[in-house]
């Protein structure tokens, strides 16, 4: 019996227009082959533009604006679907095929209740009757953890949260009782903490409908607990394919390799020592709310050290960051830098104190003024607080550069010319030339893909040996906290709920925030899903 | 980078009609008031464009009445656009009270048409050049400070600009070297369009009789002198409007390209 | 009270508040401009006396703020006072010629509405295709023509290239429907050109956005038809700002009619304003561009309620 899918040597190409020059083609899939059986799970994994998400669409003979596939066979159920006409596309999408799109609350139809989107295809292809359909769909609402399965579906799309648009948009996918679903990096715009039940709900519906599936992602770790085959891509080339067990335990290519060795820098905490920055009792409120964005918050960063404030969003991790740069002032408490004490707002604060308290973005794109070069841009600090000028400045801005190791050649580049670890070691070196205590960086290697940040992480722990700066480490990325870290804070609803030594803070007994935020991080082995759903089972069970 | 065919129509079309407009007293073959032929004459060696309502040169007059339009059209524009970008910017960076106080008026003089207003407030004041560049220039200062408000706003948010802030860098750091760098190419080709902007509104109010007066001409009084031929076939009222329109085209043709360029520069936002 | 219906009356009580504003403006900023009436009426060689006995009868030498509430009281039971050059009743005046500029407004956008909605639909279904540039070059010349510069084109090439029309468009008590709706066409026809391509540009530009949605690729997923995409799930979310982009251009129209009337001599409301404009009747210019104001307001908060009481959002609150 042949396989479900059977894609053969897919080529699929876009024509590119960059700015200035003649549009030209750029092939996005190369020479890539891969198949599905019946009731199988594929994962699709890779960095940004390796094709992932073109190739899963192609499977519906789909390509998002002018992608075309120009080659290869893709076979479904037996028969070649990438030259198919609209009517016979039309046919095949939303009944053998079915989609989730990464972006739940934006794929859903904000006019329409989500009972009338999630049965459609059902009806439209005259599969069931409507009757039928909704008894589907309350019956996979139940199955996928949603409340209130039976009035479920009378609700629009905003009125419900973005872990459960997650599993409503897989109930849509389900419903109709397709051959195979595309998962399209269905749980990563969530929370980790919602991201493990979410996965949860999906393995087991796709166990339970025996459904076959694509399941993209650029997460090994998550890819790992669903998954029974695993194709690396890169620049939209095969890497490696082979069985999860295979790919996760003993991967060929060096390229797969430095995947699943991801975030192990092993990074031995420093002894105690004295603080460069005390945060003591420090609340905070957005003007116009009566709502404390930040409680009575205290923590302490030895010098030359990092502190990891880690959280999920809205715990009030940033809002830490804008208190003590002062672009909020706190309505109480006290901060300490250097040995004196900030003053609250930043109009107030002396040239040194801004000078030696730096800050990094998560987004080196819009942290750069995109009208000024490189040389500009890390030489205005030099310029601004030690005076530097000319040839002075011209030297120790190629020395930066040096240091940040991206060498000679950049100093006249503008920051598009650049890729995003580039953009983001720019950024790092505008905070050391001020020559700063302290640094704090905000999600810095959050919108990098994962071998890129390892770079910029170990970068920065370069630079702490060797310039003794301080970071305040803001991150939602246990992995990274791990790999980085001397100190951690663990907030919640604007509290620091756990605080402590790296060791101390990861050693158990845990409180319940810290257990069930800990456990939700996906880990690069087999079966750790199923662990930590039995185990966290077993715990309410006990209680 | 390449210029498309249409912005290079546009940009020599525009500069045509500019030249005309400085020279126009050595370029018009008559004055701006000579009569030299007969009435409503057709196209010929000695007018080229044929005569008007009471036999003066149309070419002439299209050159001399095409000073007068492009003048009052540009100072106004110079003035909405001064005006309107100044307030925009400082409403942005300040905020607070001032940057309510400012929008609050300008909700409320955009709340009614800019004709309607000028039709008012004309009815009033001595109809001379200084008050109508005054007066269109006001109004549309309106929608100059909309938009390079919304533009500054955009900047403002950036972490680009917050990083400046931080590191302790003064207000005019910021606008001048952090903003307005960004600004720019939205600014200018908004302001190929409030010159549009203001070319139509000068011809209408003209044609209304209520801009230029004679003896001074404009395209748009033009058009009124000899809208009457129209009945009669003849087609003098329709060389100004064409030149209007003309004028438009091309000023929007330039104006587009200006706008598309704004993403694509090197280093732009959208790269 | 439902959310949606106090964000309603909000916004009509916030449209009334700026209407109040605007009449302060329209009176009051024309009393601080540095012009004076009676010195306006009677010409530069009146004699001070003249001047003197002008003022008091019109009561000028009282406090601005006490006539601006005699003013806003008259207006508010109906009474628009007199006018400075005939003395003729302005409210009667304004009766007789509000209902000529409404029904010309009215032609014109019952036929531009359909067009423009028609046309920015096919350009949008047909977007960078050669229907789409035609549509969108035809209508970009358009927006760069004054509205009296697109009405003499039109009239030459309707009344002298292809004689179908007369060039003026009379109308008189006691015409019948037929014989208004031909004497109209010309003026209609020029409005239609003028308001159609912003109608039409914006249109297709809110549907495209729409197009461009997640949901819409969803629904292309799931293997409907085209049709079905288009009903189902984007007109559905097409339709707020498309009426609200109709509504705020009928608010354009408004300036078209003026200049229209004018060009026509159509005996209406705009051409009302400018004539007394020209004569400096600056209690009759009050009044008509108080109107014209309000009219412009209203359709603007019209627009925004359509745009409020479409919104999936708000009319289920979570």
């Known amino acids: 019996m042949p396989d479900l899918l059977d894609i053969r040597n897919l080529r699929i190409e876009a024509t590119s227009y960059p700015p200035g020059e003649a549009p030209r083609d750029v092939v996005l899939v190369d020479d890539v082959s891969v198949s599905v059986a019946k009731g199988k799970v594929l994962g699709l994994i890779g960095e940004s533009g390796a094709g992932k998400s073109t190739i899963g669409l192609s499977a519906m003979a789909y390509g998002r604006g002018g992608v075309r596939l120009t080659g290869g066979e893709i076979l479904l159920n037996g028969r070649n679907i990438r030259l198919a006409d609209p009517a016979a596309l039309r046919a095949l999408r939303g009944r053998e095929v079915t989609y989730v799109a990464q972006s739940a609350a934006a794929a859903f139809n904000p006019a329409k209740r989500l009972m009338e989107q999630v049965i459609e295809t059902s009806l439209t292809h005259g599969l069931m009757s409507r009757a039928d359909a909704e008894k589907r769909a309350v019956m996979l609402f139940g199955k996928l953890g949603l409340p209130n399965p039976e009035t479920f579906g009378t609700r629009y799309p905003h009125q419900v949260s973005g872990g459960q648009l997650q599993r409503a948009m897989t109930a849509m996918a389900l419903c109709p009782k397709p051959d195979l679903v595309i998962f399209d990096e269905p749980t990563t715009a969530l929370d980790v903490t919602t991201q493990i039940d979410v996965l949860a709900a999906i393995k087991e519906a796709i166990h339970d409908t025996g459904v076959a599936a694509l399941y993209i992602t650029h997460d090994l770790a998550v890819v790992a607990q669903v998954a029974d085959d695993i194709l690396v891509l890169r620049h939209g080339k095969k890497v490696e394919y082979g069985p999860t067990a295979q790919i996760i335990t003993d991967p060929h290519q060096d390229y797969t390799r430095a995947l699943v060795s991801v975030r192990s820098i092993d990074h031995v905490e420093k002894p105690e020592a004295p603080p460069v920055l005390s945060i003591q009792n420090v609340t905070a409120r957005y003007r116009g709310t009566n709502f404390d964005v930040l409680k009575n918050v205290t923590v302490d960063l030895p010098a030359g050290q990092t502190l990891a404030v880690v959280g999920e969003s809205g715990s009030g991790k940033s809002t830490l960051a804008r208190a003590i740069t002062g672009l909020l002032p706190p309505s109480q408490g006290r901060i300490t830098f250097a040995g004196r004490e900030l003053s609250r707002d930043l109009q107030s604060r002396s040239r040194d104190d801004l000078r030696e308290l730096q800050m990094i973005y998560q987004m080196a794109d819009t942290a750069m003024n995109p009208r000024q070069t490189v040389g500009t841009i890390i030489g205005r600090p030099l310029e601004f607080y030690f005076g530097m000028t000319g040839d002075e400045k011209r030297i120790r801005v190629q020395e930066l550069l040096d240091e940040i190791e991206m060498g000679k050649g950049y100093i006249d580049r503008y920051p598009a010319e650049l890729s995003g670890g580039q953009k983001q070691r720019v950024c790092i070196a505008r905070a050391l030339a001020a020559k700063p205590k302290l640094i704090i960086c905000d999600e810095v290697t959050s919108a990098l893909d994962p071998l890129v940040a390892d770079g910029i992480l170990k970068l920065l722990l370069n630079l702490q040996a060797q310039e003794h700066v301080a970071y305040l480490f803001i991150t939602h990325d246990l992995a990274t906290v791990k790999a980085i870290a001397d100190r951690i804070a663990v907030m919640y609803r604007g509290q620091v709920v756990r605080y402590g030594s790296k060791t101390d803070v990861l050693t158990p007994p845990f409180d319940d925030y810290t257990d069930l935020l800990l456990s939700s991080v996906p880990e690069m082995q087999l079966g750790w899903l199923e662990q930590v759903l039995a185990h966290r089972k077993m715990e309410s069970a006990g209680n | 980078m390449k210029m498309p065919l249409s912005a290079l129509i546009g940009l020599v079309l525009t500069g045509i009609f500019l030249f005309c407009a400085v020279f126009a007293q050595l370029i018009a073959p008559y004055p701006l008031d000579a009569v030299t032929g007969g009435v409503w004459e057709g196209p010929s060696e000695a007018h080229w464009l044929g005569t008007d309502t009471i036999g003066r040169d149309i070419l002439s007059r299209l050159i001399h009445g095409g000073q007068i339009t492009i003048f009052v059209a540009l100072a106004s524009s110079l003035i909405s656009f001064g005006l309107g970008s100044f307030l925009g910017f400082l409403a942005a960076v300040r905020g607070g009270w001032i940057d309510q106080g400012l929008s609050r008026l300008v909700d409320l003089m955009m709340a009614i048409p800019s004709l309607i207003i000028a039709l008012v407030v004309l009815s009033v004041l001595p109809i001379n050049l200084t008050v109508l560049i005054l007066v269109m220039g006001l109004l549309d200062s309106t929608r100059v400070f909309r938009l390079s408000r919304a533009v500054a706003m955009d900047i403002a948010v950036m972490d680009y600009v917050e990083a400046a802030k931080l590191r302790g860098e003064g207000q005019s750091w910021i606008i001048f070297r952090e903003i307005l760098p960004n600004a720019l190419s939205p600014l200018v080709a908004e302001f190929g369009l409030r010159f549009i902007f203001a070319v139509l509104f000068i011809s209408t109010l003209s044609f209304l009789g209520l801009g230029i007066q004679p003896p001074l001409a404009d395209w748009g009084g033009m058009v009124k002198e000899n809208k009457d031929g129209l009945i009669y076939g003849k087609s003098a009222a329709l060389m100004p409007a064409l030149a209007i329109a003309l004028l438009a085209i091309s000023v929007n043709l330039v104006a587009d390209w200006i706008l598309s360029r704004t993403t694509s520069l090197k280093g732009g936002r959208g790269a | ?318």
């Open chain 3, 1 to 318: 009270m439902h959310p949606i219906l106090k964000l309603v009356v909000q916004r009509i009580a916030l449209g009334l508040l700026l209407l109040l504003a605007v009449s302060l403006l329209i009176f009051l900023g024309t009393e601080a401009l540095p012009g004076d009436v009676a010195q306006a009426i009677l010409g530069q060689s009146a004699t001070p006396e003249a001047l003197a006995n002008l003022r008091e009868s019109l009561g000028l030498n009282q406090p601005s703020y006490v006539r601006y509430f005699q003013w806003l009281g008259g207006i508010l039971t109906g009474d628009f006072g007199v006018a400075l050059t005939n003395g003729q009743d302005i409210g009667q005046a304004i009766g007789q010629r509000l209902g000529n500029t409404l029904f010309l407004a009215t032609c014109a956008a019952v036929i531009s509405v359909p067009l423009a909605i028609l046309l920015g639909l096919v350009a949008a279904r047909y977007n960078g295709r050669w229907p789409d540039k035609v549509i969108s070059g035809v209508t970009l010349s358009t927006i760069s023509l004054p509205e009296f510069v697109a009405a003499y084109f039109v009239i030459f090439l309707l009344t002298q290239v292809i004689p179908i029309f007369q060039p003026v468009a009379m109308v008189f008590p006691g015409m019948s429907f037929w014989d208004r709706l031909q004497a109209v066409a010309l003026p209609v026809i020029v409005l239609v050109l003028v308001v159609l391509a912003h109608m039409m540009r914006m249109t297709r530009a809110a549907i495209l956005n729409v197009m461009q949605s997640a949901y819409i690729e969803t629904a292309e997923l799931k293997g409907l038809s085209p049709m079905r995409v288009i009903w189902q799930h984007a007109f559905p979310n097409a339709i707020a700002p498309i009426v609200s982009v109709v509504v705020l251009n009928l608010a354009y129209l408004v300036v078209g009619v003026v200049v229209v009337e004018v060009v026509f001599g159509y005996n209406a409301l705009g051409q009302y304003l400018v004539d007394h404009v020209a004569k400096r009747d600056l209690p009759v210019v009050q009044a008509v561009g108080l109107i014209f104001a309000a009219v412009y307001i209203g359709l603007n908060i019209l627009a925004d309620v359509i745009a409020i009481v479409a919104n999936p959002r708000l009319r289920h609150p979570k």
